[in-house]
């Protein structure tokens, strides 16, 4: 049975009893809650005053098998990827749908938008996908026009050359990968969504997860997993019902 920690604090209002709750939604989890006050949870709890910095340590250190963020700040993710030496996180979101799930990346406004890097993203992302058992995973990459728009603002022009050297550098690489432009509609079935900037990977989970009602996995950091350290990251406000399914991601992902 795989190890799971989850981080929470006293300082997330109602971050304690969400997460003790999405723990005793999952089964088949040796889950451990890293709090800084009482838990009542039915499971191992680590007492500490930085549970989300305690939790970082003992994944690096080898006690857990994966993490989930949880209910506290996000500064034991910027922790982990310092930590790690890696350059970016590579924050990605899954996002359920009918059949199986898509992955959208990047999400954090400050990442992808270069165009070796988007590359790298759109690598991790297969790898990631690979990982849950899809055996060629199909990448659609998602820029500001359509491809026959090419001409009506000089910014449209340059997200679009973005989307197709990010498209043909990925093939290039073997992987299966078609630049769609901005017709997300027609790619929200495949297997990733690689968006050609962070701002319009948020606005996408956005509209599709808090708008439209996708069913969100929590977010996985693709820059620790390459590295071979599950990490999955959480909004501090999510329902236990969101813990609990990026509890079940966690473990899937660390082989349980």
């Known amino acids: 049975m795989v190890r799971v920690g989850i981080a929470a604090s006293r300082r997330v209002k109602g971050g304690l009893r969400r997460v003790a709750r999405a723990v005793e939604r999952v089964n088949g989890v040796d889950a451990v809650v890293y709090a800084d006050d009482r838990v009542d949870a039915g499971v191992r709890v680590v007492r500490c005053e930085d549970p989300g910095s305690r939790m970082v340590a003992d994944l690096l250190d080898g006690e857990l098998d994966a993490a989930v963020r949880g209910a506290v700040p996000a500064a034991c993710v910027k922790e982990l990827v310092e930590r ?28 992808g938008w270069e165009v070796g890097e988007l590359v790298r993203l759109g690598e991790l992302a297969v790898d990631f996908c690979r ?18 728009d090419v001409g009506r603002h000089p910014r449209v022009d340059e997200w679009l050359a973005v989307g197709e050297l990010a498209a ?68 501090r406000a999510q329902r236990s019902s969101g813990y609990a399914r ?6 899937r992902l660390a082989g349980g």
Do not use: K, M, Y
């Open 84 to 111: 790690l030496g890696v350059g970016f996180t590579g924050r990605s979101t899954v996002l359920e749908r009918d059949g199986g799930f898509t992955l959208l990346t990047p999400v954090g406004i400050d990442e």
């Open 246 to 251: 990026a509890l079940r991601l966690a473990a």
């Open 168 to 235: 043909r550098l990925l093939r290039e690489r073997g992987l299966r990968a078609e630049h769609v432009g901005i017709l997300v509609e027609r790619a929200v079935d495949r297997d990733v969504l690689l968006f050609t900037g962070g701002v319009l990977g948020n606005l996408a989970f956005r509209a599709l997860s808090l708008v439209a009602g996708f069913r969100s996995h929590g977010a996985p950091v693709l820059s620790a997993l390459s590295e071979g350290l599950v990490f999955v990251d959480t909004s």
């Open 131 to 148: 990982r849950l058992g899809v055996e060629e995973p199909r990448v659609a990459v998602v820029s500001s026009g359509r491809l026959e």
